[in-house]
């Protein structure tokens, strides 16, 4: 009997550790099914989340002819868009309703790239107010936009209107700027300014068409058209001057910015303070302007002249008068003999051009490198306008074989306005025989290099009138073995304002040049020479081209800048300079 209690017993404990062990798997089993479902409830949320935020669209709400609402979602994101509902909020409204609309299974769902109308099957028709229209994705992300229905300005466009100057100048150019912004949340394509006829009591001569044409603004992106306007009257008339912008979203210029408006006032030239800021095209201030001839390089001659010189702008409505003028020209280095006007050395020896042509006593080297016009009798500038002041001279000696790279030029002037200075010019000098090159303005293209038809002015030019111009590229000198290489450039700018600038006729340069129209309606001429300059068979190379004069009322000033660019024979850089001012009597 023990035995068979023992045998009872062990089966009991059997069983029983059985039962034990297969509770004990079960809950183990359970628990691992709550962690299966714990994670994967995590990882379908984070995957929810991170679609969610990966989700990108934007809103374009307006409406057709019958006030339908069309709400488009552009989705920018990289995974389809699935939108669950809209809701419209009336804000006109004390209350503001909010009203949901659930999005038909058809058009919810938003490809990627796609720009889509999610109420196509749906006619919801609005009446004139303003909304906030709020649509929710499937994941739960959210985008809101005001929409205005029949309520001006409020359409995302917003316009400011700037003229400047604000008192221009009689004849001259106001340039009315309006900047435009997109003060919406989604993108406006094809913005364009709409400029109103002027009002005031002044007329428009001529006007450009606005830059830039057409553009697409982010939310938040600005942009600035601009026009040129000539104006006229008499001193004292303004102009106003108003514009609109438009743009679209969904139709063709569905969306207009408020109407902007700014004036000028018209005054004359040298009204409230002197000199009129703009007489010159250039940097100026009440005072005489300086606008120098340069030769480079100049080369080691003694039979030769280049020549330089001076043009004074009289800017003031005054007469000023001229009693000196000095050019002085020096190499950098701490102790250097060299000589740009050699005084002591005999060779500062001058064919005078202007003021006066052949013997003028008043030139003179008062010290080694200082060329000077001096006179007892004062030179007369009137009004606006200028006056050459050109010589040709015998070029001096560097101090030893080596060439100057670089020579700092300046000039001063003594007036009956004060004495003034202008520098930040330079010129060269060969140390071996080389070129005397010159470019300038002449009106006889047989013996161009003739001291009497060397020019780097023009005045009394009529407003309007087509003027010709003959552009000379030389070597000064009469030394066949100085060349300056082929491939030289000579450089003609043409002021803006200026316009029809053709090239009539060249001689020596490779085809025909033709003019180059900048942004600011400034034009350039560029001639390659096709051979050698400067040998007994080719002194000269010469461009010839027209343009129409400004049309002003105005008397006004511009600087035409003719440089050239190139080598000699003796691999050394040329690099003369012209500016040539043109004086518009209007």
Request: charged share 15%; hydrophobic share 40%; net charge negative.
């Amino acid at each position: 009997m023990p035995q068979n209690r023992r045998g009872i017993s062990s089966v009991v404990g059997a069983l029983f550790f059985t039962v034990l062990m297969i509770a004990g798997f079960s809950v183990l089993s359970l628990a691992l099914d709550a962690q299966t479902d714990i994670v994967t409830t995590q990882r379908m949320v984070s995957d929810i989340e991170i679609k969610k935020q990966q989700e990108d669209f934007g809103l374009l709400v307006s409406t057709d002819g019958n006030n339908i609402l069309n709400v488009s979602v552009d989705n920018k994101g990289q995974n389809p868009v699935e939108i669950s509902s809209i809701w419209i909020t009336n804000k006109t409204l004390p209350t503001q309703p909010a009203t949901r609309f659930e999005i038909n299974y058809n058009d919810a769902f938003v490809p990627s790239g796609f720009n889509t109308n999610v109420l196509s099957s749906q006619t919801l028709q609005m009446i004139p107010d303003v909304y906030d229209i709020k649509v929710v994705s499937s994941y739960g992300t959210i985008k809101t936009t005001e929409f205005a229905l029949g309520v001006a300005g409020s359409s995302g466009l917003r316009a400011e209107l700037i003229t400047d100057p604000p008192d221009v100048v009689l004849g001259k150019n106001v340039t009315v700027a309006m900047l435009v912004t997109n003060t919406g949340d989604e993108l406006i394509r094809n913005v364009e300014p709409e400029m109103q006829v002027p009002g005031g009591s002044a007329s428009i001569m001529s006007s450009s068409s606005h830059t830039p044409s057409i553009v697409n603004l982010n939310p938040g992106e600005s942009v600035m058209f601009s026009w040129d306007y000539q104006v006229n009257g008499i001193s004292g008339d303004d102009i106003i001057f108003s514009a609109l912008a438009r743009g679209d979203l969904v139709g063709i210029d569905d969306v207009f910015s408020n109407i902007a408006t700014d004036s000028s006032l018209l005054r004359k030239a040298g009204e409230g303070g002197g000199a009129d800021p703009d007489i010159v095209n250039d940097d100026l201030l009440a005072r005489p302007q300086l606008f120098f001839i340069i030769p480079s390089s100049q080369g080691k001659s003694t039979e030769a002249q280049a020549t330089w010189g001076i043009n004074v702008v009289n800017p003031v409505n005054a007469n000023m008068e001229v009693s000196k003028l000095i050019i002085t020209a020096f190499a950098p280095g701490a102790q250097n003999n060299d000589k740009l006007f050699d005084r002591a050395g005999g060779d500062c020896n001058f064919n005078p051009i202007s003021p006066v042509l052949g013997a003028d006593p008043n030139w003179s080297c008062p010290s080694e490198n200082a060329l000077m016009w001096q006179s007892a009798t004062p030179v007369i500038i009137p009004a606006n306008s200028t006056r050459a002041f050109l010589t040709q001279v015998e070029p001096g000696k560097p101090s030893g074989s080596a060439s100057l790279e670089s020579v700092i030029v300046q000039g001063s002037v003594f007036t009956t306005l004060g004495s003034f200075g202008k520098s930040g010019y330079q010129s060269t000098m060969s140390g071996t025989t080389s070129p005397l090159v010159n470019v300038y303005l002449t009106d006889d293209t047989v013996t161009p290099r003739d001291d009497n038809n060397i020019f780097s002015t023009r005045t009394g030019i009529v407003p309007n009138s087509v003027q010709t111009f003959d552009i000379i590229f030389a070597d000064m000198d009469n030394d066949d073995t100085t060349i300056i290489n082929s491939g030289a450039r000579l450089i003609i700018n043409v002021p803006k304002e200026w316009t029809e600038v053709t090239v009539i006729s060249d001689e020596g340069f490779v085809g025909t040049p033709v003019p180059v129209e900048f942004g600011d309606k400034s034009h350039q001429i560029i001639g390659i020479t096709s051979g050698p300059l400067g040998d007994a068979s080719n002194t000269n190379d010469r461009i010839t081209f027209s343009a129409r004069a400004p049309n002003i009322t105005d008397d006004r000033l511009y600087v035409m800048y003719v440089l050239a660019q190139g080598m000699t024979s003796s691999n050394f850089s040329i690099g003369p300079l012209n500016e040539i001012v043109l004086q518009v009597d209007g």
